[in-house]
């Protein structure tokens, strides 16, 4: 059973689309599922997130979950974005069922592959950040539900 929450960023998700040359642009997915998440930023020179779009093909829960994750990156600074865990998001959302757990993971690792992207394109290192995952599936199956 979905959350209220889960179900309005289904029917009525936020911030998506695409940006038109991106400050970063991160692409994720998770094969088992079939869920692929792509998310988009526009960073300003403060390294603030000034926008952030999102397209995703997947279940009800990615969508509701990709729209969470950009309304808790929008106006925050790339540090504070990298504080956006698969927790927060699914907390955002009043919960998750066990099994769309995954779709929270897609978030944050999507912000995290954006990120990425900003920073390679920057010659900037952010603090924390990893080389992002194409597939977490690998991921996924290691959490601890």
């Excluded at 998770?30 to 926008?51: A, F, H, S, T």
């Excluded at 106006?75 to 995954?102: F, I, S």
């Excluded at 992207?117 to 690998?138: R, V």
């Amino acid at each position: 059973m979905y959350t209220e929450k889960v179900m309005d960023h289904f029917e009525h998700p936020r911030n998506v689309g695409e940006l038109e040359n991106p400050s970063g642009m991160g692409t994720v997915g998770n094969p088992k599922c079939g869920d692929i998440m792509r998310i988009y930023l526009d960073i300003d020179e403060n390294q603030v997130i000034r926008d952030v779009k999102f397209k995703t093909f997947g279940c009800g829960a990615a969508v509701a979950t990709s729209s969470m994750a950009t309304e808790l990156v929008k106006g925050k600074t790339v540090q504070e974005a990298m504080a956006v865990t698969n927790k927060a998001v699914m907390e955002a959302l009043d919960g998750l069922p066990p099994v769309k757990v995954h779709c929270s993971l897609l978030a944050e690792e999507a912000i995290h592959a954006a990120l990425w992207d900003y920073a390679q394109k920057n010659g900037i290192t952010i603090e924390g950040l990893e080389p992002p995952k194409d597939n977490i599936e690998e991921e996924e199956d290691e959490e601890d539900y």
